[in-house]
């Protein structure tokens, strides 16, 4: 019984300290693969060290943030074309909008979303989405260009029914599901129990999101079992259901 980790930064400096130590304590407890989005362009050498110290359990994606679009976003992503043609990587990402806290570089957002998609189309990759106080926004943009090469995962999903629905409809994408899951009020579980297992794949987001009872405190990739759990209460199947569904997921949409 193995997991994989669909999404986690172990590059963040919030592991500085003890990141060694807390990817083999995951692959101890049987989390042995971690997909490492990326952020912008200052993210990519820690990324990279990572996945050569650690060549069969960490892969790399190559995208740009939504929260780092600003001012200089063709600069960024210059960069991330570049690292992509010259570099295998699994996905694109992570990639999207978020408009949470800011809204200023909206139409920047968006332009950047649009053109990471076709970068991916063009590569067969999938692509790693994003999404803060966006979801029409990119469902907008996901309809306009939705066709047989676009795929991959709507990364911490937290929306209703409908919206699960309306990205599953895409075809070949999964929804990313963390530590949120594990929390009281959330109302994630009432929608998770209403979608089928084969179309989700598990993640952390570490250090961010921890789940219960870590909640608050940083997140790494060893709680992804916490998540693992919940959903083996909600399906109310043996956690040996759990790892060999979700990790058949994540290597149908990422090719591992």
Known sequence: ???????????????????????????????????????????????????????????????????????????????????????????????????????????????????????????????????RDAFDEILTVLDELNDDELFGVFHCFTGNLEQAKHILKYGNFKLGIGGVLTFKNSGLDKVVEQLNINDLVLETDSPYLAPAPFRGKRNESSYLIRVAERLSEIYKLPMTDIAKQTTMNANQIFKL
């Open 1 to 131: 019984m193995y997991f994989i980790d669909t999404h986690t930064h172990l590059y963040s400096d919030q592991f500085d300290q003890d990141r060694t130590q807390m990817i083999e304590k995951a692959i101890t407890e049987g989390v042995e693969k971690f997909l490492l989005p990326n952020i912008d362009k200052a993210s990519v050498k820690g990324m990279k060290e990572l996945i050569k110290e650690f060549p069969t359990n960490c892969f790399a994606m190559m995208g740009l943030h939504p929260c780092s679009v600003n001012e200089n976003v063709e600069e960024e992503l210059r960069v991330v074309e570049e690292e992509l043609s010259a570099n295998p990587y699994i996905a694109v990402g992570e990639i999207g909008m978020d408009l949470y806290w800011d809204k200023t570089f909206v139409k920047e957002q968006e332009m950047a979303f649009r053109k990471q998609i076709l970068w991916a189309k063009q590569r067969k990759l999938p692509i790693v989405i994003h999404c």
